[in-house]
């Protein structure tokens, strides 16, 4: 062979090996994980240190370890404050050298969090925050929005009350983002399908005194009061309807957002009866029910929220799209996670080009207490809401990485 064929079979074998060395790069020689949620505020226990605990099963799941490197778990607290979800994001970015964070349970504290993970270029999963924006106007190329939106919960509990027959809405409304989004989104709902808004009133987040929004909301005469809120929020507007006797009257009150840790905090007696969207549910199926008895072992016995069970979903297939690009770097991880189709035994569905995780969702009903076998037994599924039906339509998108 002559020499210079020699020369560029080696040069060949060099640069295919340093290729394959720069694929199987791992920054910093560590995948780092970072849990940006409210931990000790307004929205805590809708997925707080239960998040945590979801991604630190997550990783002690895939063995603790991804190529070789360790998974590293950090968190940070929110507050469900926007400044503080900035400035958290880009510290783990900068000083802890976090390659994702997943989370954010306020939309506020979620687009924040979503612009500075632009900025470093690193992956963003959003579990607890609603708003439709997040994956339409403000969507970005390394945002994930993965359990629910206010597109799904109007189609879902919005859509089945007014079919029910109750055609006349009063919103009562928290004051930013989310709430906005919601009451626009479920009008639409009302609208399209032969009902009426009397009207509407707005709240600050975090309210302690509900009685003059519901009051108002009372006065209206509506069929229906519409909750466009969302955790201590909810659990706040349906104890001071209870205490005005709305509970059981002509009137009924719908919680367009409801966790079932917000039923337990409210009891059945209050709630019995009431329906609520969620994408996921602990006593659906058996993969639900085994997930769940793992999470309950360790968290006081208290059932996954629909949020936490996405923080574990979402970290397990951030992980494996790591496995099969042979790297964590942003954008190859991103295009792997848009391209496989997601079934995990407890989400099942794709990731579209808008950053959407497109999948089935579920019409709750609150038991009655006679019906309850537990403290966690607090629903049953009255409708599986499927995923074409639940989400925005691609070619409707607003987001710019969206070609139709």
Same mark, same amino acid.
């Given at each position: ?34 849990v940006?949620?409210?931990? %000790? ?18 990783a ?25 979800s900035?400035?958290k ?10 390659? @994702? ?18 900025q !470093? ?40 009350? /007014?079919d ?14 989310f ?21 509407? /009133?707005?709240?600050p987040?975090?309210t ?8 108002q909301a ?16 909810t659990?706040g ?14 009137q009924? /009150?719908?919680?367009?957002? @409801? !966790?079932?840790?917000d ?13 609520f969207?969620v994408?996921?549910?602990?006593d ?11 999470? @309950? ?13 996405? /923080?574990? %979903? %979402? ?18 991880? @991103?295009?792997?996670?848009?391209s496989?189709?997601?079934n995990?035994?407890? !989400? ?29 037994d ?14 925005l ?12």
């Open positions: 062979m002559k020499k210079t064929a020699i020369a560029t079979l080696v040069a060949s074998c060099f640069v295919a090996t340093a290729l394959s060395a720069q694929a199987q790069t791992v920054s910093d020689n560590e995948v780092r994980i970072g940006l949620t409210d931990l %000790s505020g307004i929205y805590s226990a809708i997925e707080g240190p239960g998040a945590l605990l979801a991604a630190q099963m997550a002690k799941d895939f063995g603790g370890q991804v190529l070789g490197k360790k998974i590293v778990i950090t968190s940070a607290d929110t507050q469900s404050k926007a400044d503080l900035g400035s994001a880009r510290e783990m970015f900068e000083k802890d050298k976090v390659d @994702m964070i997943v989370g954010n349970v306020s939309t506020a504290s979620a687009l924040a969090a979503m612009e500075v993970a632009e !470093f270029k690193r992956v963003s999963i959003v579990t607890g925050a609603a708003s439709l924006p997040i994956t339409n106007e403000k969507c970005t190329p390394y945002t994930v929005h993965y359990v629910y939106d206010t597109y799904a919960l109007s189609r879902g509990t919005g859509k089945a009350v /007014v029910s027959g109750k055609k006349t809405w009063f919103f009562v409304t928290a004051d930013y983002a709430g906005q989004t919601l009451e626009r989104d479920t009008t639409e709902v009302v609208l399209a399908n032969g009902g009426k808004v009397l009207g509407s /009133v707005k709240h987040i975090n302690t005194d509900f009685s003059s929004f519901i009051a009372q006065s209206s005469k509506a069929e229906v009061i519409g909750l466009a809120n969302a955790g201590g929020d659990i507007s349906i104890k001071q309807a209870a205490e005005l006797g709305i509970m059981g009257s002509k009924t /009150v719908v919680p367009l957002l @409801m !966790f079932i840790s039923v337990q905090a409210l009891g059945l007696k209050t709630t019995q009866g009431m329906n969207t994408g996921w549910y602990w659906f199926n058996d993969s639900n029910r085994k997930f769940a008895e793992r999470f @309950m072992k360790e968290f006081k016995g208290k059932a996954p929220t629909s949020v936490q069970a996405g /923080v574990y %979903s %979402s970290t397990m297939q951030y992980l494996k799209a790591i496995e099969a690009t042979k790297t964590d770097n942003a954008d190859a991880v @991103m295009k792997q996670m848009k496989v189709e997601i995990d035994g407890l !989400f099942k569905g794709r990731i579209r080009a808008d950053g959407k995780f497109e999948h089935d969702m579920y019409l709750l009903e609150v038991k009655k207490p006679s019906e309850s076998k537990g403290p966690n607090v629903a049953k599924v009255a409708k599986v809401i499927a995923a074409k039906d639940a989400t339509p691609l070619a409707q998108s607003k987001c710019k990485f969206v070609t139709n």
